[in-house]
């Protein structure tokens, strides 16, 4: 069963997957959060093609 922790709580050691070893974790509004260890830096490849997308509409728009 999932910890739930109380809302003035900012982080939480717990077992990483991705790291394999203890590291430190957000809590998000009591729960446990993405791994501060090893964060992404900029933006992911979701949000770049996102853009693009939105630049190529921009440039072409629609006609309905």
Do not use: I
Request: proline residues 6%; contains cysteine.
């Amino acid at each position: 069963m999932p910890e739930h922790y109380t809302k003035n709580t900012l982080e939480c050691t717990v077992w990483c997957k991705k790291c394999q070893r203890h590291t430190q974790h957000r809590v998000d509004g009591g729960r446990r959060g993405p791994c501060l260890e090893h964060q992404a830096e900029g933006p992911s490849k979701k949000q770049l093609a996102r853009e693009r997308k939105r630049e190529k509409e921009a440039m072409n728009p629609r006609l309905f």
